[in-house]
Structure formats: C-alpha cells, structure tokens
C-alpha cells in the first residue's frame, strides 16, 4: 500500500471565486508595481506623487527620477506640506525585504492621504533597469536582470 503526502499547495482548499475576486480587487487597491510605475511616469501627468521613504544615506545612494524623498519617520512633520490630499501617493522602499514602504502607507492613509505601496521597491526597479539618479553621478541605468525582467530590444 502506497501512501502519498497531502498536496502542499491544496492543503488549503482555494478560495471561492467571489472571495478571490474581491481579496485581489483590495490587493491592487493598495499595491502596483514597478513597471506600471514606469510607465505612467512617462506620462506627461502620473496621476500621482512617487515618495522615495528611506533615508537621506539611502535617497543619496540612488532614488527614482521624480520621486520626492520623505522618509517614514518625517511624515508627520514634513506630510502636509509636501503632498497635496488629493493627489494619491505611492510609496516606496528598498525592496522586497524592506517594510518602510508599508509603514509609510500605513502613516500616509492614517493622515488622510490616498496611498498605494511600490511592490518591489528599488531593487526591482534596478532590476527591470529603470534608470536611478546618483547623487554623485547623475542618471545611472543597469542592465535588466534577465532573471525577473523580459530583456528589451
């Protein structure tokens, strides 16, 4: 007699289609990506305000072009005079391994803000070679990391 272990990914049964539709429908609600950010910054109007949340080390190092820098712990003193209510905000951070731009959404929608995170962060944005401005060096783009991004022609 064979016996075989419980299927790890439907241990859990998936969720009914409407619970899934309305969990993913929130999800985007307060999340985009790297490339969508791309390409609305291309934009002659985003529709948003991009807000780099690491700190001035961190913001020196290499910070999205557009982006303003307000560092998580500065959103209650600096929030009101940067962002203007009415224009959402997306936030954020190092990477997938960094909460700062969580914690600086979860700041921003507290004062009132519409806020989405930048899953990602700038490791992904780095990845998909996006270009970054170098305080010392001005506009750097890398290569694509062809692990996590389609190579462009």
Same mark, same amino acid.
């Given at each position: $007699?064979? /016996? /075989?272990? !419980?299927? !790890?990914?439907? =241990? %859990?049964?998936?969720?009914?289609?409407?619970?899934?539709?309305?969990?993913?429908?929130?999800? +985007?609600?307060?999340?985009?990506?790297? &490339?969508?950010?791309?390409?609305?910054?291309?934009?002659?109007?985003?529709?948003?305000? +991009?807000?780099?949340?690491?700190?001035?080390? &961190?913001?020196?190092?290499? @910070?999205i072009l557009g982006a303003i820098h307000l560092p998580t712990g500065m959103i209650p003193l600096r929030a009101a005079r940067?962002?203007d209510r009415a224009v959402p905000v997306v936030t954020y951070c190092w990477g997938?391994?960094?909460?700062?731009?969580?914690?600086? =959404? @979860?700041?921003?929608?507290?004062?009132?803000? *519409?806020?989405?995170? $930048?899953?990602?962060?700038?490791?992904?944005?780095?990845?998909?070679?996006?270009?970054? *401005?170098? #305080?010392? %060096?001005? %506009?750097? %783009?890398? #290569?694509?990391?062809? +692990?996590?991004?389609? +190579?462009?022609?």
């Amino acid at each position: $007699m064979t /016996t /075989t272990s !419980p299927n !790890p990914v439907l =241990a %859990t049964p998936p969720a009914a289609p409407d619970q899934a539709t309305a969990w993913f429908a929130a999800k +985007l609600a307060v999340q985009t990506d790297v &490339s969508d950010v791309y390409a609305a910054l291309g934009r002659d109007e985003p529709g948003f305000v +991009l807000v780099d949340t690491r700190d001035l080390a &961190s913001w020196r190092q290499g @910070h999205i072009l557009g982006a303003i820098h307000l560092p998580t712990g500065m959103i209650p003193l600096r929030a009101a005079r940067l962002l203007d209510r009415a224009v959402p905000v997306v936030t954020y951070c190092w990477g997938p391994g960094c909460d700062g731009a969580t914690k600086a =959404a @979860h700041a921003l929608a507290g004062r009132g803000y *519409q806020v989405k995170e $930048m899953i990602g962060g700038i490791e992904y944005w780095i990845r998909e070679g996006f270009p970054v *401005q170098v #305080a010392e %060096t001005g %506009t750097v %783009t890398g #290569a694509v990391d062809p +692990l996590t991004a389609p +190579l462009r022609r």
